[in-house]
Nanobody, 121 residues
Framework: QVQLVESGGGLVQPGGSLRLPCVAS????????MCWYRQAPGKQRELVAD???????NYADSVKGRFTISTDNTKNTVYLQMNSLKPEDTAVYYC???????????????WGQGTQVTVSS
């Protein structure tokens, strides 16, 4: 099993910044991709950004140029740096990884519990 723990959420004014770390722990053999999703009230969960083990990144159009995803592979940690935050960025942010627990185990998706980000004056 792989556990993911997000932190760093909170209340921030429009135009402000936050950095969300997500730490993966447990039986990790290989991590293939790490992602950040978000879910606003009354809306579906959406992909914000992802990063592969090779370092390739992908961003939702709504956050391009404002958010940056990065990893510290020595710590099995993925970060989401969020700048120029807008009220519409308000959501619960979830970390997800696709990983294997051993050489023989299949790839599985694992989710964190989420962290609330509120952008408001």
């Amino acid at each position: 099993q792989v556990q993911l723990v997000e932190s760093g959420g909170g209340l921030v004014q429009p135009g402000g910044s936050l950095r969300l770390p997500c730490v993966a722990s447990g039986d990790i053999f290989k991590i293939y991709v790490m992602c950040w999703y978000r879910q606003a009230p009354g809306k579906q969960r959406e992909l914000v950004a992802d990063i592969t083990s090779g370092g390739s990144t992908n961003y939702a159009d709504s956050v391009k140029g404002r958010f940056t995803i990065s990893t510290d592979n020595t710590k099995n940690t993925v970060y989401l740096q969020m700048n120029s935050l807008k009220p519409e960025d308000t959501a619960v942010y979830y970390c997800k990884t696709t990983a294997t627990s051993s050489y023989f185990s299949p790839r599985r998706d694992y989710w964190g519990q989420g962290t609330q980000v509120t952008v408001s004056s």
